[in-house]
C-alpha cells in the first residue's frame, strides 16, 4: 500500500471512529437531545457541504477499497512456474543484482538500481555516479550488458531495456600526507 493510501487509511478510520463513538452516545442517551437536534440542524443548514463531503468521504472508500484488493504482490514480484511449482521473484532481489554486477566495473563510484516489470520482462534503470576519467559511452554499453546479462542468466527473467542514467561525475581526490 502507498504512503498516500495509508494516510487516507488513517484519516478515513478516525474520522469514522468519531462518528461511531457519536451514534454510540446517542444510542445509550449519554448525548443530551438538543446536541442531536444542532447536529440535525446543522445538516439542514449546510446540505450542500455535507453532501460534498460525502461524496469525497465515498471516493475515498473506493480508494482504499481498490488498493487493498489490488494488492501489493501483483506489481512488486515476477511469477514464473517450474516443474514444481511457483516461483517468485521480486523487484528487490532484480534490483540487488544488478547493483552487484555494476559495482564491480572500475570507474562506478556509486549505483542505484531500480526495475520495472511489463508484458517483455524486466526493465531496469540504473542511475550511476561515475568517475572523471572514465569515457561514458564505453561504460553505459559495459554497464548495460552486464546488468542485462547477469540479472537474466540468475533469475531467468527476460530483460526487455536496461536504461542507464549518469546522476554525476566525481573527482578523485587524494589526500595529501605531509
Do not use: C, W
Not at 501489493?72 to 532481489?93: A, F, H, K, P
Request: hydrophobic share 50%.
Amino acid at each position: 500500500m502507498r504512503l498516500l493510501d495509508r494516510i487516507v487509511l488513517i484519516i478515513y478510520s478516525l474520522v469514522l471512529s468519531l462518528i461511531s463513538i457519536v451514534i454510540i452516545m446517542m444510542g445509550f442517551h449519554i448525548l443530551p437531545e438538543y446536541y442531536i437536534e444542532n447536529f440535525a440542524y446543522m445538516f439542514r443548514a449546510y446540505r450542500y457541504i455535507i453532501g460534498i463531503i460525502g461524496i469525497v468521504f465515498l471516493i475515498l472508500s473506493i480508494r482504499v477499497m481498490l488498493s487493498g484488493v489490488r494488492g501489493e504482490s501483483s506489481g512488486r514480484s515476477i511469477s514464473r512456474q517450474t516443474q514444481l511449482g511457483e516461483v517468485r521473484i521480486s523487484v528487490i532481489t532484480l534490483q540487488n543484482i544488478a547493483e552487484r554486477a555494476v559495482k564491480g566495473i572500475e570507474g562506478v563510484k556509486e549505483v542505484k538500481s531500480r526495475a520495472l516489470l511489463n508484458n517483455d520482462g524486466a526493465v531496469m534503470k540504473i542511475n550511476l555516479v561515475v568517475a572523471t576519467n572514465i569515457k561514458l559511452p564505453e561504460l553505459v554499453v559495459e554497464v548495460q550488458k552486464l546488468v542485462k546479462n547477469e540479472v537474466e542468466s540468475v533469475t531467468g527473467i527476460n530483460v526487455a531495456e536496461v536504461k542507464v542514467y549518469i546522476d554525476n561525475v566525481t573527482v578523485n581526490m587524494k589526500t595529501r600526507v605531509e
